[in-house]
């Protein structure tokens, strides 16, 4: 049983224009939701994160929105650059949970010179 | 300066053996996880522990034990080794209360 699904296993856009990764989830009680980067051999790196809260937050050229009627977040890379060309991780938690983070299946961006 | 570490990086070996991964954090964070990338490539929560005791204890076959003799460290244990345990293992520590976990690089197992 999924709980955060991310339906696109694979994205390219070109350098410079914007790139969109989609999230949805299943489960109400998460209220904290995060995007982690991964390169082949190494580890995923945290991105940014939002609270149930707010709806929006931004670092950089990175922000996630979030839409928790829709059960839905998102992800924007303004401008994309070749070296934002990584698997994308979903993940969210719930108060309670133990901090346990789940994780979508990710999805591969790949921008283009 | 990593900031979580594992070793070894890759392990390959026989099925029935046992064998141990080590993961050290440098972050003073009071919780440690391991999570296991499968096949599919879905990462999944395996076990956490916060300041040496055991939190969370997923559906697991208790061929896997971790053990956390301090704060910095969580090692993970796994007897009898099968096939379908073939999987990249990440350790991760964060400070919980909705902070971000940080991931070491993980360890490659392959079970021949």
């Known amino acids: 049983d999924q709980q955060v699904k991310q339906n696109s296993p694979s994205l390219s856009v070109q350098e410079g224009r914007i790139s969109i990764l989609n999230c949805d989830y299943t489960?109400?009680?998460?209220?904290?939701f995060l995007w982690y980067k991964k390169y082949p051999a190494e580890g995923p790196t945290f991105l940014i994160s939002?609270?149930?809260?707010?709806d929006k937050n931004e670092d950089g050229r990175f922000t996630v929105f979030l839409n928790k009627s829709a059960k839905h977040l998102s992800l924007h890379i303004v401008p994309s650059q070749p070296g934002d060309s990584a698997v994308y991780f979903c993940?969210?938690?719930?108060?309670?949970?133990?901090?346990?983070?789940?994780f979508g299946k990710g999805t591969k961006l790949t921008v283009n010179p | 300066d990593t900031a979580v570490s594992q070793t070894p990086k890759y392990l390959v070996t026989q099925m029935g053996n046992d064998k141990s991964i080590k993961c050290e954090q440098n972050?003073?964070?009071?919780?440690m996880y391991w999570y296991k990338q499968d096949s599919k490539k879905f990462l999944k929560i395996m076990f956490s522990?916060?300041?040496?005791?055991?939190?969370i204890n997923e559906t697991v076959p208790n061929r896997f034990s971790p053990k956390s003799p301090d704060k910095a460290h969580l090692n993970l244990h796994i007897n009898s080794l099968e096939l379908g345990d073939s999987a990249v293992y990440f350790c991760?520590?964060?400070?919980?209360?909705?902070?971000?976990?940080?991931f070491g690089d993980g360890t490659r197992l392959s079970i021949l």
């Open positions: 993940a969210a938690s719930s108060q309670g949970g133990s901090e346990k983070l789940v």
């Open positions: 489960n109400s009680m998460f209220d904290y």
């Open positions: 939002i609270s149930s809260i707010k």
């Open positions: 972050l003073g964070h009071d919780t």
């Open positions: 522990y916060n300041n040496k005791e055991l939190i």
């Open positions: 991760a520590a964060g400070r919980g209360d909705h902070q971000p976990q940080h």
